[in-house]
């Protein structure tokens, strides 16, 4: 995973390979709901964790809840005063959550400062058990896009889209939404014109297998849509992809004519106060014993005190 990621860097900046926190045991990593207990204010929505800190903010991203496998930190507007710069909170971030393989990349195509932490070993996992882009949540579509080398990652907008470039700068871009609980729509900008083969084409790099749809029942369905045209369908799988209004979005059926009217919900919402970073938890003291009393030394006998209990002790001897 490390060389793909390399690959696809792109208008991403490598800052560095995080120092990977000492070995851990599975119960040290944190979860989605940790982060909800240890953190004072927080938004905590279907897979992911949103808050503001020092300036910063930061959302936390895991596909079952439990295994975090991606944080993107971004500056908070009109706030250019930190106590940490983007590197160090990521590596703060990382080290906290115990991320296993974690590298963070600095994308400088965005206005604000920002970044993303990865965490290679979860990322790498998922792209194994991804059929597709929206195979399920949106940290495995963006897993699936990272392993196939294909795209990159070539920003991310305020709302928390990602925004994703082809690496032969073929003219198609991508805007995923990070925010649902499953990623069931993306939608296709860019410069290249999306026709039946443009899409098709497409569909293929997501994973989404060939159109299968005959033309006549796409027209159809473009009708009940109210959309231009459906350029691709693939029957077995329901997706497809809607064009309407120079816009072109690949999905499920509602989910596409969501989008159309900006009723998805994919943008990240984050809290409106700033919380502070959880202090560490203070090793137990070992057990204090109570000290035993002293022993007090007799006082030395007098003479005549010694000469009287040395007479008492022969009267013993020839009792």
Same mark, same amino acid.
């Given at each position: 995973?490390?060389?793909?990621?390399?690959?696809?860097?792109?208008?991403? %900046?490598?800052?560095?390979?995080?120092?990977?926190?000492?070995?851990?045991?599975?119960?040290?990593?944190?979860?989605?709901?940790?982060?909800?207990?240890?953190?004072?204010?927080?938004?905590?929505?279907?897979?992911?964790? %949103?808050?503001?800190?020092?300036?910063?903010?930061?959302?936390?991203?895991?596909?079952?809840?439990?295994?975090?496998?991606?944080?993107?930190?971004?500056?908070?507007?009109?706030?250019?005063?930190?106590?940490?710069?983007?590197?160090?909170?990521?590596?703060?971030?990382?080290?906290?959550?115990?991320?296993?393989?974690?590298?963070?990349?600095?994308l400088e195509e965005s206005k604000?400062?920002?970044?993303?932490?990865?965490?290679?070993?979860?990322?790498?996992?998922?792209?194994?058990?991804?059929?597709?882009?929206?195979?399920?949540?949106?940290?495995?579509?963006?897993?699936?896009?990272?392993?196939?080398?294909?795209?990159?990652?070539?920003?991310?907008?305020p709302n928390g889209y990602l925004?994703? /470039?082809?690496?032969?700068?073929?003219?198609?871009?991508?805007?995923?939404?990070?925010?649902?609980?499953?990623?069931?729509?993306?939608?296709?900008?860019?410069?290249? @014109?999306?026709?039946?083969?443009? %899409?098709?084409?497409?569909?293929?790099?997501?994973?989404?297998?060939?159109?299968?749809?005959?033309?006549?029942?796409?027209?159809?369905?473009?009708?009940?849509?109210?959309?231009?045209?459906?350029?691709?369908?693939?029957?077995?799988?329901?997706?497809?992809?809607?064009?309407?209004?120079?816009?072109?979005?690949?999905?499920?059926?509602?989910?596409?004519?969501?989008?159309?009217?900006?009723?998805?919900?994919?943008?990240?919402?984050?809290?409106?106060?700033? %919380?502070?970073?959880?202090?560490? /938890?203070?090793?137990?003291?070992?057990?204090?014993?109570?000290?035993?009393?002293?022993? /007090?030394?007799?006082?030395?006998?007098?003479?005549?005190?010694?000469?009287?209990? @040395?007479?008492?002790?022969?009267?013993?001897?020839?009792?």
């Amino acid at each position: 995973m490390r060389n793909r990621v390399r690959k696809l860097l792109g208008g991403l %900046c490598l800052l560095a390979a995080l120092a990977a926190p000492a070995a851990q045991a599975k119960g040290d990593s944190w979860t989605l709901s940790k982060l909800t207990e240890e953190f004072s204010n927080v938004n905590d929505v279907g897979r992911h964790v %949103c808050l503001v800190h020092d300036g910063w903010q930061l959302a936390f991203f895991s596909d079952d809840r439990i295994d975090i496998g991606a944080i993107f930190i971004s500056e908070q507007p009109k706030h250019k005063h930190h106590q940490h710069n983007m590197e160090q909170i990521a590596r703060r971030a990382a080290r906290l959550i115990g991320m296993s393989e974690p590298q963070i990349l600095e994308l400088e195509e965005s206005k604000r400062k920002t970044a993303i932490v990865i965490d290679q070993k979860i990322i790498s996992r998922l792209a194994e058990r991804a059929d597709h882009a929206l195979t399920g949540s949106p940290l495995a579509g963006m897993a699936f896009l990272l392993e196939q080398e294909y795209f990159y990652i070539h920003n991310l907008r305020p709302n928390g889209y990602l925004h994703w /470039k082809t690496v032969k700068k073929s003219g198609v871009e991508l805007l995923m939404p990070m925010a649902p609980d499953e990623l069931s729509a993306i939608e296709v900008v860019g410069r290249q @014109y999306m026709d039946d083969y443009a %899409c098709g084409v497409l569909a293929r790099k997501l994973g989404l297998g060939g159109n299968t749809a005959p033309r006549s029942r796409r027209i159809a369905l473009s009708q009940e849509m109210g959309v231009f045209n459906i350029p691709y369908m693939n029957t077995s799988s329901g997706i497809l992809a809607a064009h309407k209004d120079r816009r072109v979005i690949f999905g499920k059926k509602s989910a596409v004519n969501h989008m159309f009217h900006n009723r998805y919900g994919g943008t990240l919402l984050y809290p409106s106060q700033a %919380c502070d970073w959880p202090k560490p /938890k203070e090793e137990p003291r070992p057990t204090e014993l109570t000290p035993e009393p002293e022993k /007090k030394e007799a006082p030395p006998l007098t003479p005549a005190e010694a000469r009287k209990a @040395y007479e008492e002790y022969l009267r013993t001897l020839g009792a």
